[in-house]
């Protein structure tokens, strides 16, 4: 263990003692992969328990949103441009890959602009991108939009189920969730601003703070968590200012306002929340893939025995499933928690139990 991770574990042991039984949640899906992979709940004292939440943009996906994105890819014209992870989540008993192995056209792509180069290079064809994930990636598919509407490509358009955190997060904390800090994802405040958690403490009187990757930033931030904790003075500690800036990064933002407007988003587990989600703009609605085809909205029950939406909600630890390990795993997963490396269901099985 190097000088800085040992001395911040005495830090927060320091700070802890003497607490009552405390809860952190963590809402992101690479702060709920690395945790696991620095070991860092070995670090903390025995009181301390830090809990996943709906941080995983596979995870939090519906299984509605989902359903569209299969019934898009199962149109003959069309193809489907989706991030890889995705095309794994089960929706009742087909999923994006095997409906690919049945023939639809369904791409991976790293980044939203391949799917203008696609819809440049087969412009017979629809080229649907299938937008998912918070702040962080949404801004890169408000640039293919963008760049869309400018280079005037007819045949791309975009199935958008992109949401944003801040809504999420009081949502689920006014539902009753037994969660007594918050440490707030990095990426999605190096665009929003670490101000836009400023409302954790604020209106809701829980500690927050703004958190990096590394095993150094994340105890960092989880010190300034007990800190508050210990003063009983809730409050905004931006830990991660090398990238987080207070209000965000202008330029996305802007790319964000431009393209998107907030609606109402259904996530796994959560359910409909206002304000929670990014719809094309109506200046953009020849490239809104809702606005282009007459996509039906189809219920998908949650898969028999899977408690993805306890996970979501930190209301169950993982192995507690009666699938976990058993029935679902990542070579086979059942739910969607199972499927991403940053899933929760996901990281427990990699980093084992314990840690
Ligand atoms: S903040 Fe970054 S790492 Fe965390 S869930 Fe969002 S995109 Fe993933
Ligand atoms: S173990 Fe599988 S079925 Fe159970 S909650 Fe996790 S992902 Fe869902």
């Not at 328990?49 to 995870?59: D, I, N, T």
């Not at 969730?177 to 190096?190: N, Q």
């Not at 282009?292 to 028999?304: H, M």
Request: include cysteine.
């Amino acid at each position: 263990m190097n000088a800085g991770v040992e001395a911040l574990r005495r830090e927060i042991a320091a700070r802890a003692d003497g607490l009552p039984d405390t809860v952190v949640m963590e809402v992101c899906g690479t702060h709920t992969h690395a945790m696991r992979r620095y070991g860092i709940r070995q670090l903390l004292p025995g009181n301390i328990r830090l809990v996943s939440g709906p941080g995983c943009p596979v995870c939090v996906t519906d299984g509605r949103d989902l359903a569209r994105a299969l019934w898009l890819a199962g149109q003959r014209n069309v193809t489907l441009c989706s991030f890889g992870d995705m095309l794994r989540v089960p929706c009742g008993k087909e999923s994006l890959l095997s409906l690919a192995a049945k023939g639809a056209r369904v791409r991976v792509v790293v980044s939203p602009l391949e799917a203008l180069q696609l819809a440049r290079a087969e412009p017979r064809r629809a080229i649907v991108y299938f937008g998912v994930g918070f702040e962080t990636t949404a801004p890169l598919t408000a640039a293919l939009v963008d760049q869309a509407g400018r280079q005037s490509i007819p045949n791309l358009s975009v199935l958008s189920v992109h949401k944003t955190m801040p809504e999420a997060v009081r949502t689920l904390m006014r539902s009753g969730a037994r969660v007594d800090a918050l440490l707030c994802p990095g990426h999605v405040a190096a665009v929003a601003g670490a101000e836009a958690f400023r409302f954790v403490p604020e209106e809701l009187r829980l500690p927050a703070a703004v958190s990096g990757f590394e095993a150094e930033e994340m105890l960092l931030a989880l010190a300034a968590l007990m800190g508050m904790l210990r003063a009983k003075k809730p409050g905004l500690v931006n830990a991660y200012p090398r990238a987080a800036a207070p209000y965000g990064n202008p330029a996305a933002l802007a790319l964000l306002e431009g393209v998107f407007e907030p609606r109402a988003a259904n996530w796994r587990g959560l359910g409909e929340i206002p304000a929670s989600g990014l719809a094309l703009r109506g200046e953009y609605a020849g490239f809104d893939a809702e606005k282009r085809f007459d996509i039906p909205l189809t219920d998908v029950p949650e898969p028999a025995g899977c408690r993805c939406a306890d996970v979501l909600r930190g209301l169950l630890e993982p192995p507690e499933c009666p699938l976990f390990g058993s029935a679902c795993a990542p070579q086979s997963p059942v739910g969607a928690c199972m499927v991403s490396s940053e899933g929760a269901c996901a990281a427990h099985y990699a980093y084992g139990r314990d840690l």
